[in-house]
């Protein structure tokens, strides 16, 4: 692997250890892919979308912050 | 995804039930707990899709989680579905990039320089690196007054065999970087060596760091402009591609 940036690899590949690693997940929710944080039971808080449509980001159930419950369907 | 049809009879019911007995700002939160059964509110269709390019392009290997990273594996099914789609008309590559995986970048752009509807790119902030590749691989290609482009080569880390077939292989991937850049841009491969190996504009590195206007005079760049001039471009590709493409 060839990594082309200006960032210096210490920067990359260091160890940071005073961050505390989040254990983010990335979900699809209604046919839009979400970065989320789970957030208690079967409840995931919207870290950032990952959409190309530019509307996603208007959707106001879809802000950054915003606690969605997933519960199983039966 | 709703059918175009069914939109004018779907939406105005929607906002009221999402509202009804319900103070908390977020209103669709609280519906949502009711997951499957409560959809959210109809999106209107864009036109114009925009891919946001921040941060490292992640490609082969994960990186640690200090990095903001762009995924290949995220952008690439992106791109076939925006080629696909009927409703969009258009891409919007917006790139504020430091960088980052060469074989992923190289693969998105090629991407992106494939499609059959308008691209057209804007380089906020930062275009750095493989960014640079990105950049050009639009239709059209715009760069914001401040925003930087650094031109450098590229580099191996880790254990590197010393022998000359390590310098003709990184030769060689260097030449990939180069010649994207030189097949969808303006600049002569000549220029682009000479500003590759180019001293004194970094500390640490040979290279060049082009702002805002410089990468429209080498050429690499088509215009200096902002959101209202890249979306304006691309409206106006958008109207001569009609009838054209795979729609």
Redesign the interface.
């Known amino acids: 692997m060839i990594l082309h940036t200006i960032v210096p690899v210490q920067y990359i590949f260091g160890d940071f250890t005073a961050q505390t690693r989040l254990n983010y997940r990335i979900i699809e929710w209604n046919n839009i892919k979400l970065e989320v944080l789970p957030a208690g039971k079967q409840g995931y808080q919207i870290n950032r979308i990952i959409s190309t449509n530019p509307f996603d980001y208007l959707n106001p159930s879809l802000q950054p912050g915003t606690i969605i419950r997933l519960e199983p369907k039966i | 995804?709703l059918n175009k049809g069914e939109n004018p009879t779907a939406q105005p019911q929607q906002p009221q039930q999402a509202d009804e007995g319900n103070a908390f700002s977020?209103?669709?939160?609280d519906?949502?707990?009711?997951?499957?059964a409560v959809?959210?509110?109809a999106?209107?269709?864009?036109e114009?899709?925009?891919?946001t390019i921040i941060g490292?392009i992640e490609?082969?290997?994960m990186?640690?989680?200090?990095?903001k990273t762009t995924k290949y594996e995220?952008v690439i099914p992106?791109l076939v579905?925006?080629e696909q789609s009927r409703d969009i008309k258009g891409?919007l590559l917006i790139l504020n990039t430091?960088?980052?995986?060469?074989?992923a970048?190289l693969a998105i752009a090629e991407m992106i320089s494939t499609m059959s509807k308008p691209t057209v790119s804007l380089v906020l902030g930062?275009g750095?690196?493989?960014g640079v590749p990105l950049a050009v691989s639009a239709d059209c290609s715009f760069i914001a007054p401040s925003a930087t482009m650094?031109i450098?080569p590229?580099?191996?880390?880790g254990l590197v065999v010393g022998i000359p077939q390590t310098y003709e292989y990184l030769n060689r991937?260097q030449d990939r970087?180069v010649d994207f850049i030189v097949r969808h841009s303006k600049i002569s491969k000549e220029k682009l060596n000479e500003l590759l190996i180019g001293t004194g504009g970094l500390s640490s590195d040979v290279g060049t760091v082009l702002i805002g206007e410089e990468a429209v005079h080498y050429g690499i760049i088509d215009y200096v402009g902002g959101v209202r001039d890249a979306i304006l471009k691309l409206r106006e590709l958008i109207s001569q591609n009609k009838g054209g493409g795979l729609h």
Request: with cysteine; charged share 10%; hydrophobic share 35%.
């Open positions: 995804m977020y209103s669709q939160a519906s949502i707990k009711e997951f499957g959809s959210a509110p999106a209107p269709d864009s114009i899709h925009c891919l490292q490609g082969h290997i990186l640690p989680p200090q990095n995220h992106q579905a925006i891409l430091v960088g980052g995986d060469v074989e970048g930062g750095h690196s493989i650094t450098h590229i580099r191996m880390t991937m970087v």
